[in-house]
């Protein structure tokens, strides 16, 4: 009698774990739908706040997450011929090398690094939204520009393989920057790189073990679905308004990052 009241049911953590990896991946899928991102920049704390995941895992779980959810977006922009596929090619062919090197830091650097890494990108985000880039008519691709991308597209690959994001928050603005891109057309395309550089960095990190594809999976599926209920309010939200809310949401999510490698640093955990 004793043996049956203290021991848990067996599922007990797995269903607990299933729950929590299902509403991070509804969250990270309705932001994504309202604001335009891959989704990635919202899953890798959700798992590690929520799922009590661990942060290498949580990093290359996510970028497996990203595809499903990216590949759902790329239609959607492709059929308002929202993509300049002469500029994703530009893109993707840096990120792809970028997603090689980016793989490779992830299995080397140690938990705290990576987490203090991803709080500054969040940060760095949140500085963009808060200070919205103009954009214009695109502009003609010189050999200049195509260099440029090439190297953004690098940057990219990087983040992606070493953060686990796809990489939008740094192509979207850039192509605004470089080339006068309206935002539609430079969201598309770069939803379009996130796909081969997702693919390319989740074979890496699965190689080396760093992925947990079923999470991403179940990440993957409820954030299609509810993608399409962000994007359906973030047709009646002014851009104003949206990049507020985001950029107040990434704040509060670096913030709390942060605080949890410091109660991490005094309790004298330290994660490789």
Not at 47 to 56: I, N, S, T
Not at 221 to 250: C, E, K, P, R, Y
Not at 257 to 263: K, M, N, T, Y
């Amino acid at each position: 009698m004793d043996l049956m009241t203290s021991t848990p049911p067996a599922n007990a953590t797995h269903s607990a774990s299933t729950l929590s990896i299902v509403l991070v991946g509804v969250a990270a899928g309705f932001l994504s739908g309202m604001f335009g991102v891959g989704g990635g920049i919202l899953i890798v704390p959700g798992l590690v706040l929520v799922a009590k995941m661990d942060q290498r895992i949580a990093h290359g779980t996510s970028l497996a997450a990203v595809l499903p959810i990216s590949a759902s977006s790329l239609l959607s922009y492709w059929a308002h011929d929202h993509v300049d596929w002469r500029v994703g090619v530009c893109l993707a062919i840096g990120a792809l090398a970028g997603a090689l090197l980016g793989t490779r830091l992830l299995d080397v650097l140690p938990h705290r690094t990576l987490g203090i890494a991803f709080a500054a990108l969040l940060l760095v985000t949140a500085v963009r939204l808060f200070l919205p880039l103009e954009s214009g008519t695109r502009d003609v691709l010189t050999v200049g520009s195509i260099s440029v991308l090439v190297l953004i597209g690098i940057a990219t690959g990087i983040l992606a393989g070493l953060l686990g994001v796809g990489g939008g928050v740094v192509m979207v603005p850039a192509m605004m920057m470089v080339l006068q891109m309206p935002a539609a057309m430079a969201k598309g395309t770069s939803v379009a790189v996130i796909i081969p550089t997702s693919i390319m960095g989740t074979w890496r990190n699965r190689k080396k073990k760093n992925a947990d594809l079923k999470a991403a999976g179940i990440l993957g599926l409820g954030g299609i679905l509810a993608a399409i209920a962000g994007g359906w309010i973030s047709a009646q939200m002014s851009d104003t308004v949206s990049n507020i809310l985001f950029a107040t949401l990434l704040l509060v999510v670096a913030i709390r990052l942060l605080l949890q490698i410091r109660s991490e640093d005094k309790a004298g955990v330290v994660k490789h």
